[in-house]
Structure formats: structure tokens, C-alpha cells
């Protein structure tokens, strides 16, 4: 990765700025929390009072709570509710429009599905897209197939994403290889009478099924990171023909019941992609994205003696119930473990998005506050509904606490991706003449300004203190993206001199080591005091003579 290169000290200007109490900062935790009754209709009309939330099964106060219908998209001048201790003169409360706007990212796992089922599903998410963007919802495509393809960002414009779509159907895929290869494996089960022959095979294939797949969680991992700091309900619909919990098992089982004096199973302990996908709900928890998993392939085969995915007769017994569940399995836990539904095991892929639809349009928001951690933590959660009626109730299992600085690094990174930074304090960069070092690196001077009115102070003995710390980071046209570098400062300045320099701004001076060509450079710059946070993103064009 390329780094950021800091050559120059700071210069600083000073204005008059407000005292502050010590006081202890909190932040909300977000649940949308869907409650159905046995025939799977959403149930209405709950109040606060018949929520209960447990935090590492410690109950939390119920400081936000708002029944949701937004069949016909959310209001502009809607707002969440206060606290109930909220306080006129505290912050601005959080918007319902920002935490309640739907969210769609279309996720095309090429890696992992069949291209035919994959087409003919892809009518029926145009259906159901084209009726929530109706609604005002956004959508993002996005496709892997051993990297991440950003086909549109969020979006607005059906046409766009109708357009995306069109592009994905004409790829080809990688699944079909995997298959030709099982095929040959359970040829060679069926026709070889050596059974390390077959069992080295066996163990070749589902190494590199394991080997992809937890390359494909990594980067799933990592554009979840990247949709951290994006606000509204973000909902993801991840295609695919399945996700192996143990890769190849059926193989494994297939080999065992045609050399039953060997035990193959026991390697399938170390093929176990269990928690890779527990890492992925986390992350997802964390960034507040519920899955929605759907299985392309349709209604798949429990009990026939055929391989499902081929036409390869086999006279012993292959157990199509383990290889369905083995796909699904992590289909289910992912898509409950985040508070979304899994689409499975069915060919009415239209009720399966209706079914959405119905959750998406009723729900309740509930959420309580508390302080920032000092460290990263898992924490579980876990919702009641106070009835003495039968409802199923879904919500995210669990979160990541974040602390200060990683909430900090993860905003910084989002903002690279999807430009729409949050900056309260007006924080600002200016950029002036490179200067080529080598015929690739430039030198690229640039001044970062704070209005000094937007840093926490806090008197002490007639003298102002604080501390803030300053992040910069850099993407290239290539999609490399440098280490956040970290720069902290500490404030001590005398009462009197503070109040002199009124309106005045502090200023940092830097160069940046940076590459000819399109950059995006991005700045968090976070106050330590009060634990908030102004982040900047500026495009750079250099060209090879060197000039901005």
C-alpha cells in the first residue's frame, strides 16, 4: 500500500470557543425489530412497553421507539422520538429520515451461482425493485467473481439499475467449473477401487472450494466495512446457489458409503467455514445491514439418488438432503442472525420478495443509548415482546462495539467509497503545486483548516485544553488505498490569548506522497473531549507534467 508522508509542522490560529462540563458520552444502538404472527402477517399496534432489550443479557432502557409503516416511503419532516430525558439545549436528535430510508445493495455472487438460475431469478428483483424505488428506496449493484465490481453506487434511477443488471446477466459465471469437477469425482468414486486415489481428489477439490469461499467472506467483510458510516436501513440481497457450511461433505459421505471400513469425515473438522460466517453477521451487525439470502437454484432435491447439480447415475447412496442442507445452512444463519429472511428452497421466487416487501413496510425501530467503549467488544442482544400470543420476532443477534477510533477509521474508509461525509465542524482542505520526486510519486502540499469555535476546549486553572487527532487516507484511480496515518494534537492554551483570537481557524500543513493520476483523498479529524468527529473527501487530478 502506499503511505502518507508528513513533512511539514503546523501553524495555528486561535477563536473563542464555549466551555464544557465533563460529561459521559453516549450513542444509540439502532434495532429494527420485524414481529409476525403465525400466519407470518406483520402485528401492528405494539407500544414501547411491550419491548424489553437485553444487552449481554443486562436489560437496556428503551430510549427510541417508533412504529414503522412506510408503505409510501418515509416523510421528509419526520424525526425520530426524543429521549425522554432529552434536554432543548442538548444536540440536534437523530433524524427518521436518515436512520429509516431503505437501503438495497444487489449482491451477485458470480463465484458462487449458476448462471441460468441466476437470470431467471433476476426478472422477478426487477419487479421487486422497480415497486421500492417507487418508494423512494435506493439501490446499489454490486457483483463478485474474485473481486468486488461496483456496478452503481446508491441510486435513485431504476433505469440505471435495470441497466446493471443487464450487464450481470451476460456473465458466465465460475460455478460450472466446480461442477465438471465433481462430476469427475464421483466418477472416480464410482469406477476407482483405490481409495487414497479418490480421497487425495476429494481433498484437493474442497480446499480450493474453501480456499474461495473464505475469500469471498473477506471481501464480503470488507465492503461491509465500507457501508458502515452509510446511512439509512440498509438491507442486502446476496444471489447465490448456496454457501457450503463444510465444502464437498456430500463427496466425503459419497467416499464412506463405498469404502466403509475408511473414515473420511474426520477431515471435515478442519473444512469447517463456521466461523468465517459468524465473522461476516458480526460485521454486518455492526454496520446495521440485514441480510437477505437467496438461494437462486430454486427448489432443490431432498432425497433422489441423482447428483442434484449433475446427471451422473451412481449405484450407492448419495444423501442430496446433506448436500442441500450443507449449501443453505449458512443461508439461514446469516439471514437471521442480522434480522433479514432467508429466500430458499422454493421456485415462487415472486412470494419470496413479497414476503420482504411485507417486512420492509412494517417494523418497529427501537433503540437505547450507551457509552463509547474503550475497546472493540462483542456484545449479544436479545428482544422480547411482552404478549401472551405466539409472535415470531427477528432483529440483529448481536453487534461489534466499536470504539472511538475504529467508529473513527471505518467512517474515514466509508467516506472514500461512498462520498457523502458528515463535516460539522467546516473542516476544509487546500491543495497546492506538486512536485515530482520520481516518475511515478509526486509531492503534494496541502493545508487542512479547522475553525478553531468547532474543537472541545476545556478551562482548567485559566487554561483552555483539549486534544483532537487527524486521519488521512488516499485512494488511487486503481483502487488502492493507502494506511489511515494518525496525527494527534493536544491544546493548551492561556484564557486570555484564547479570547483574542476570536474567528480564527487552526491549520495544519503537510505533504502528501501520492501517485500521478486520479486520487481521492480523505480527512477524519476527531475531537478526544466530546468524542465526535468532521470527515473531509477532495478528488486530485495530477497529471504527468506534474501540474493539479
Given amino acids: 500500500m502506499k503511505k502518507i508522508i508528513f ?5 495555528l490560529n486561535l477563536s473563542l470557543f464555549s466551555q464544557f462540563e465533563e460529561e459521559v458520552e453516549v ?6 425489530v420485524n414481529v409476525l404472527d403465525k400466519k407470518g402477517n406483520p402485528v401492528e399496534g405494539l407500544k ?8 449481554d443479557k443486562k436489560p437496556q432502557k428503551i430510549t ?6 412506510n408503505s409510501y416511503g418515509v416523510e421528509e419532516t419526520a424525526y425520530l422520538p426524543l429521549p425522554e430525558d432529552f434536554k432543548e439545549e442538548e444536540k440536534s436528535p437523530f433524524k427518521f429520515k436518515e436512520d429509516l430510508k431503505e437501503k438495497y445493495v444487489v449482491y451477485v455472487d458470480n463465484l458462487n451461482i449458476h448462471p441460468m438460475h441466476r437470470n431467471a431469478m433476476l426478472d422477478k428483483l ?11 428506496a435506493e439501490v446499489m449493484v454490486v457483483s463478485y467473481s474474485r473481486s468486488l465490481k461496483v456496478h452503481t453506487p446508491f441510486t435513485k ?9 443487464e450487464e450481470i446477466r451476460e456473465y458466465t459465471g465460475e460455478i460450472m467449473h466446480r461442477i465438471e469437477a465433481k462430476n469427475d469425482i464421483l466418477l472416480d468414486i464410482e469406477e476407482v477401487d483405490t481409495y487414497d486415489l479418490v480421497y487425495g481428489k476429494i481433498n484437493n477439490f474442497a480446499r480450493e472450494i474453501h480456499h474461495e469461499t473464505s475469500l469471498t467472506l473477506k471481501a464480503l467483510e470488507d465492503f461491509l466495512l465500507y457501508l458502515s458510516a452509510v446511512p439509512g436501513k440498509k438491507s442486502m440481497l446476496y444471489l447465490s446457489s448456496g454457501l457450503p457450511k463444510i465444502p464437498a461433505v456430500e463427496l466425503y459421505h459419497y467416499l464412506h458409503s463405498r469404502f466403509t471400513e475408511k473414515d473420511p ?3 471435515t473438522l478442519n473444512l469447517d467455514l463456521t466461523p468465517q460466517y459468524k465473522n461476516v453477521i458480526s460485521t454486518a451487525n455492526t454496520a446495521g445491514v440485514s441480510f437477505y439470502m437467496i438461494d437462486v437454484t430454486g427448489l432443490r432435491a431432498l432425497s433422489e439418488t441423482i447428483s442434484a447439480e449433475s446427471k451422473v447415475l451412481t449405484s450407492y447412496n448419495i444423501d ?4 442441500t442442507n450443507n449449501l443453505t445452512d449458512p443461508l439461514i444463519l446469516i439471514s437471521e442472525e442480522t434480522g433479514g429472511i432467508p429466500i430458499i428452497n422454493t421456485n415462487d421466487f415472486k412470494k419470496g420478495f413479497q414476503k420482504i416487501s411485507r417486512v420492509m413496510e412494517n417494523y418497529y425501530f427501537l433503540g437505547y443509548q450507551r457509552p463509547w467503549a474503550l475497546e472493540d467488544r462483542l456484545h449479544k442482544i436479545e428482544v422480547k415482546v411482552k404478549s401472551k400470543k405466539a409472535y415470531t420476532v427477528s432483529y440483529k443477534r448481536g453487534f461489534k462495539e466499536k470504539s472511538i477510533m475504529t467508529e473513527a477509521n471505518d467512517t474515514l474508509i466509508s467516506a472514500l467509497y461512498y462520498p457523502e461525509p458528515k463535516n460539522p465542524y467546516g473542516i476544509s482542505l487546500k491543495f497546492f503545486q506538486p512536485k515530482k520526486l520520481n516518475e511515478e510519486v509526486f509531492s503534494l502540499p496541502f493545508e487542512l483548516s479547522i475553525p478553531f469555535q468547532n474543537i472541545f476546549l476545556t478551562e482548567k486553572e485559566k487554561v483552555l485544553a483539549g486534544e483532537i487527532m487527524m486521519g488521512f487516507v488516499s485512494l488511487d484511480q486503481f483502487g488502492a488505498r493507502s494506511d489511515i496515518t494518525w496525527i494527534t494534537h493536544p491544546f493548551q492554551i492561556p484564557k486570555d490569548i484564547f479570547l483574542k483570537l476570536k474567528e480564527q481557524e487552526f491549520k495544519y500543513k503537510a505533504e502528501l506522497a501520492i501517485k500521478g493520476g486520479f486520487s481521492r483523498i480523505g480527512c477524519v479529524v476527531l475531537n478526544k473531549g466530546d468524542k465526535t468527529m468532521s470527515v473531509i473527501v477532495e478528488n486530485v487530478m495530477i497529471d504527468i507534467g506534474g501540474k493539479k
Fill in 7 to 11: 513533512f511539514l509542522f503546523l501553524s
Fill in 126 to 136: 426487477e419487479d421487486f425493485l422497480k415497486t421500492r424505488m417507487e418508494n423512494g
Fill in 265 to 267: 469425515l474426520m477431515y
Fill in 157 to 165: 434511477s431504476f433505469e440505471v439499475i435495470k441497466k446493471c443488471l
Fill in 48 to 55: 414501547k412497553e411491550h419491548f424489553e432489550i437485553f444487552e
Fill in 27 to 32: 450513542h444509540l444502538i439502532s434495532i429494527y
Fill in 320 to 323: 442430496n438432503s446433506l448436500e
Fill in 64 to 69: 427510541h421507539f417508533m412504529e414503522v409503516k
